[in-house]
């Protein structure tokens, strides 16, 4: 069994940054492929970004080039730096954790990108 337990969500203007953090227990972290999604009011949750255990990243069109996803193996953290953020990034951002057939997930910690 795997809990994931994010932070670093808060209230950003548009054009500003934020890192989220998820922390993992249970399991072995440095297997686990890693990944951030999020879901917006009144909209199906999307996949952001992945990281595999052997460090391949990859991410959604929508935050190509603005995101970036790392992991600390040392720390059992998976991090989502967020860049240029846009008032469309608000949302409710989950960490994901794909330990063989199984799939778990975070709280969910909200970010929103307002003026």
């Known amino acids: 069994q795997v809990q994931l337990v994010e932070s670093g969500g808060g209230l950003v203007q548009p054009g500003g940054s934020l890192r989220l953090s998820c922390a993992a227990s249970?399991?072995?972290?440095?297997?686990?492929?890693m990944s951030w999604y999020r879901q917006a009011p009144e909209k199906e949750r999307e996949w952001v970004a992945v990281?595999?255990?052997?460090?391949?990243?990859n991410y959604a069109e929508s935050v190509k080039g603005r995101f970036t996803i790392s992991r600390d193996n040392v720390k059992n953290t998976v991090y989502l730096q967020m860049t240029s953020l846009k008032p469309e990034d608000t949302a409710m951002y989950y960490c994901?954790?794909?330990?063989?057939?199984?799939?778990?997930w975070g709280q969910g910690t909200q970010v929103t990108v307002a003026s």
């Open positions: 994901s954790a794909r330990s063989g057939p199984n799939r778990y």
């Open positions: 249970g399991g072995t972290f440095s297997g686990n492929t």
């Open positions: 990281i595999t255990s052997g460090g391949n990243e």
